[in-house]
């Protein structure tokens, strides 16, 4: 399915808003809408598996969370680089697995920084990955899309005000489940964009 030649079917005032760099990635991710829920899925798990290693491990360490969110951001930007066409500009979901690269950076290297520097660095990031999502989704031009992703968006951003507020102080399992959870958020993010680009292609 053509998501410009859906557009132009549309005759909302808000059609001006559309990004067209926005419809040219959605476009070549239509095809690829069962890799999009695949990489959801193993992202869901990877974040599931983080907050269990916090439960049951006897020692508490940031760093094997840091591995686990390298590994997500390796996943989604994937999928950020399949949607971009090639010397395209960034897409939105190459943005955000950069940025949560970066938080996993900081994460692996926790011990090394002051943990008010690590907080503020990877909240301000995970507030920026989440905005940069929020925004694909409210200048996305399909119909009918699954209300998971904006959700998905808003919880990254407010995991990351919660790390640059402090809010868990200086325990490391509670921001380390913040962290398993940004992950969790990304992958349902994803899993709401394959079932809407799912649909497109069905239809």
Same mark, same amino acid.
């Given at each position: 399915m053509n998501v410009s030649h859906h557009m132009s079917q549309q005759t909302e005032p808000q059609a001006p808003k559309i990004n067209p760099e926005t419809v040219a990635a959605l476009e070549r991710l239509v095809p690829r809408s069962r890799q999009l829920l695949v990489t959801g899925v193993t992202l869901i798990v990877l974040? /599931? !598996? !983080? #907050? /269990?290693i $916090? !439960? +049951?491990s006897s020692i508490i360490s940031l760093v094997p969370i840091g591995l686990i969110l390298l590994l997500g951001a390796l996943l989604e930007i994937g999928v950020g680089h399949h949607a971009r066409a090639e010397d395209g500009p960034l897409t939105p979901w190459l943005k955000s697995g950069m940025l949560l690269g970066f938080v996993g950076l900081?994460? +692996?290297t926790a011990p090394l920084l002051h943990s008010i520097l690590? /907080? #503020?660095l990877t909240g301000m990031a995970l507030m920026a990955a989440g905005w940069v999502r929020l925004r694909a989704t409210s200048f996305s031009p399909l119909q009918k899309k699954s209300a998971v992703v904006p959700v998905s968006a808003? $919880?990254?951003i407010l995991i990351g005000v919660l790390l640059i507020t402090r809010w868990a102080g200086d325990n490391i399992t509670a921001t380390g489940n913040l962290l398993a959870l940004e $992950? +969790?958020? /990304?992958g349902w993010g994803l899993v709401g964009l394959s079932m809407t680009l799912n649909r497109y292609r069905r239809n």
């Amino acid at each position: 399915m053509n998501v410009s030649h859906h557009m132009s079917q549309q005759t909302e005032p808000q059609a001006p808003k559309i990004n067209p760099e926005t419809v040219a990635a959605l476009e070549r991710l239509v095809p690829r809408s069962r890799q999009l829920l695949v990489t959801g899925v193993t992202l869901i798990v990877l974040g /599931t !598996a !983080a #907050i /269990t290693i $916090l !439960a +049951v491990s006897s020692i508490i360490s940031l760093v094997p969370i840091g591995l686990i969110l390298l590994l997500g951001a390796l996943l989604e930007i994937g999928v950020g680089h399949h949607a971009r066409a090639e010397d395209g500009p960034l897409t939105p979901w190459l943005k955000s697995g950069m940025l949560l690269g970066f938080v996993g950076l900081c994460t +692996v290297t926790a011990p090394l920084l002051h943990s008010i520097l690590f /907080t #503020i660095l990877t909240g301000m990031a995970l507030m920026a990955a989440g905005w940069v999502r929020l925004r694909a989704t409210s200048f996305s031009p399909l119909q009918k899309k699954s209300a998971v992703v904006p959700v998905s968006a808003s $919880l990254s951003i407010l995991i990351g005000v919660l790390l640059i507020t402090r809010w868990a102080g200086d325990n490391i399992t509670a921001t380390g489940n913040l962290l398993a959870l940004e $992950l +969790v958020a /990304t992958g349902w993010g994803l899993v709401g964009l394959s079932m809407t680009l799912n649909r497109y292609r069905r239809n």
